[in-house]
């Protein structure tokens, strides 16, 4: 019997980006739910069980980097995938653990 593909819950607000994760990720097998509102992807993740949330902390740094805290908590087993942009983080944010 075939493995059940890995549902994916991706969270990125550049549409460029997402066309990009969900090409790459659905060629590796996964189900992949895109939001690209914070909130949206939330109340999402609060009605379906996902292997994994892949965040993009990249304009909207703030925004992304709250989100991910409070699905950490919702679901402490929940592994939560954040991707940055370097050039985007403040040194004080790549020390914060962002």
């Known amino acids: 019997m075939p493995e059940a593909s890995k549902r994916i819950l991706l969270i990125d607000l550049d549409e460029s980006r997402r066309v990009t994760s969900v090409h790459l990720l659905t060629h590796a097998g996964c189900d992949v739910d895109v939001r690209n ?46 991707l940055t942009d370097r050039r985007l983080c403040s040194s004080g944010d790549a020390e914060s653990g962002y």
Do not use: G, M, Q
Request: overall charge negative.
């Open 37 to 82: 509102d914070h909130v949206d992807a939330e109340r999402r993740a609060d009605d379906v069980d996902f292997d994994l949330v892949i965040v993009a902390l990249h304009e909207n740094f703030e925004d992304a980097a709250a989100c991910s805290e409070r699905l950490r908590r919702s679901d402490p087993t929940l592994p939560v995938l954040l």
